[in-house]
């Protein structure tokens, strides 16, 4: 037995493999490989305009119950409340409009094997071997 340690680069390394009834294979094009890669689109305006009505109805709160004794800070906070929730409701627009779902994406990768399903026999022979017991057991004989 080896070293399992020691790098012997003329040795191959043993491949396993667990034989399944099929292999489904989709392909993928290269739009769409770029969609899965950068995620869900839009979602930094929709974090953003999280952000921005949650910051208006924080002020829509203190302007309700505070009692200000500037006018400045008062008209500070209404214009904080109006640009939250215009600018808010745009970017909110703005990501419905041009939201892809990745599930969607998915649907359409996975809706191509559909009524297209070809049987095709691999006849080469495997380049791996299939496990073999350790123990040396001797013919009964």
């Not at 970017?91 to 094997?113: D, F, G, H, P």
């Not at 297209?116 to 057991?137: A, F, G, M, R, Y």
Request: proline fraction near 4%; aromatic fraction near 10%; hydrophobic fraction near 40%.
């Amino acid at each position: 037995m080896h070293d399992l340690n020691s790098p012997q680069s003329d040795e191959k390394p043993l491949i396993r493999r667990g034989r399944v009834d099929s292999l489904n294979i989709y392909e993928v094009k290269e739009h769409e490989l770029e969609l899965l890669e950068k995620g869900a689109g839009g979602t930094l305006q929709f974090n953003f305009a999280i952000f921005l009505f949650s910051t208006a109805l924080t002020c829509i709160a203190a302007i309700a119950t505070a009692d200000f004794k500037w006018d400045l800070a008062k008209t500070i906070f209404t214009f904080i409340i109006v640009v939250g929730l215009l600018f808010g409701s745009y970017l909110m627009l703005n990501w419905w409009r041009t939201r892809t779902s990745l599930k969607e994406i998915v649907s359409v990768i996975r809706s191509r094997i559909n009524g297209q399903i070809t049987d095709i026999q691999i006849t080469e022979k495997p380049e791996t071997l299939p496990k073999t017991s350790e123990k040396n057991e001797e013919p009964n004989g």
